[in-house]
């Protein structure tokens, strides 16, 4: 297996030429595209991923260790085909829209300024994420571990509290009708 290390890539299209598989460290990848670009058993440890399409890429058993991915289209990924060994990652300015974290312990992952739209956290263990100014619209929770997570500046989420554990996890007073929703009720934001 060969092992990179340091080294940039800079406007490469993997769905063109394929990826080498290995072991990647320390490297960073820029305006690169991977979408549909099958990842498995590829290891990227403490990498960059900046301004990289990876839609709909393949990551059965992939390895994601302290990664950061920033201003990354990221549709339809299941991370929940990674391997779960050191599973790590952020992220910031990212569009992980109809994306599954199914079944991932991701503890103190920070999701920045990112669309997850319809994304699936089912049975995630979220325990001390942050959720900073990301749209949560359709996204699933259930039977997800929430404790100590902060959506303070997080929008459209909708979390059932005797489906998730919330204990000690941080939500804002202006959407805090998300944690309402099954209910059904008219919540008047006016007085």
């Given at each position: ?154 929008f459209h989420y909708s979390i ?32």
């Amino acid at each position: 297996m060969n092992f990179i290390i340091d080294k940039t890539f800079e406007r490469i299209k993997f769905n063109e030429i394929p990826i080498e598989h290995g072991e990647y460290e320390h490297c960073i990848f820029k305006q690169c595209d991977f979408s549909n670009v099958r990842l498995s058993d590829i290891k990227f440890s403490e990498c960059e991923f900046i301004s990289c399409n990876l839609s709909l890429a393949k990551l059965e058993r992939t390895a994601i260790r302290d990664i950061l991915f920033r201003e990354c289209k990221m549709l339809g990924l299941h991370f929940e085909h990674c391997n779960e060994f050191g599973l790590a990652f952020s992220f910031e300015d990212c569009q992980l829209d109809h994306s599954s974290f199914y079944r991932t312990k991701i503890k103190k992952t920070s999701f920045k300024n990112s669309s997850l739209k319809e994304s699936d956290f089912s049975e995630c263990d979220l325990t001390s994420s942050i959720f900073e100014n990301c749209d949560l619209s359709g996204a699933l929770f259930e039977n997800t571990i929430l404790e100590k997570a902060d959506f303070r500046t997080s929008f459209h989420y909708s979390i059932d509290p005797e489906l998730n554990r919330i204990r000690k996890a941080k939500f804002s007073i202006s959407e805090i009708s998300g944690l309402l929703d099954k209910y059904d009720i008219e919540i008047d934001r006016s007085i």
